[in-house]
């Protein structure tokens, strides 16, 4: 009997303590989660690179891809977050290593208004040959054909991601 009330105290302080937390939290919550363990980084550092890209945990942003590897030998990790009508990205390269500043971002690029889907379907962001890659693909609604993608490289040029003429 006191075995069933210690796992019935059990599990209504750790209900509440779950339902605390609004969905939103709670999203992001699991969202650092997910991505720590995606990319190899630790969940705290997932969290405070999302909280420097400026997306709290009220933010209807998410992470939309952590890349720990591809420029590691920067000792950097990009971390691409989504939101928006538009299915707008923000790109963030930041240090892999506390405090974790942010290096570069899209920001710099877009004025702050993201670099947004122009079709159906939405942009993604890679990292290939050390470069930072953007796609977004285009879409021709008066003929209703995809126009390919437009893509954009940021290329690392001793301190900062520049825009590739190529």
Not at 12 to 19: C, G, Q
Not at 114 to 122: D, F, K, Q, T, Y
Request: proline share 4%; with cysteine; net charge positive.
């Amino acid at each position: 009997m006191r075995m069933k009330a210690f796992f019935a105290v059990l599990f209504l302080s750790a209900s509440s303590a779950y339902t605390a937390q609004g969905p939103s939290q709670l999203r992001h919550l699991q969202d650092d989660q997910v991505w720590a363990k995606r990319s190899g980084l630790p969940e705290r550092m997932v969290r405070e690179m999302r909280m420097r890209a400026g997306v709290d945990d009220e933010s209807n942003e998410h992470i939309d891809f952590v890349d720990a590897k591809s420029l590691a030998h920067r000792k950097q990790v990009l971390l691409v977050m989504a939101g928006g009508n538009g299915h707008c990205l923000g790109l963030f390269v930041f240090q892999n290593y506390a405090p974790y500043d942010l290096v570069w971002s899209t920001e710099e690029v877009s004025g702050g208004a993201g670099m947004c889907r122009e079709s159906p379907l939405n942009p993604k962001a890679l990292v290939s040959a050390g470069r930072v890659v953007v796609q977004i693909p285009v879409f021709d609604y008066q003929r209703n054909v995809s126009k390919g993608s437009n893509v954009y490289r940021f290329e690392w040029n001793g301190q900062t991601y520049v825009q590739a003429r190529r």
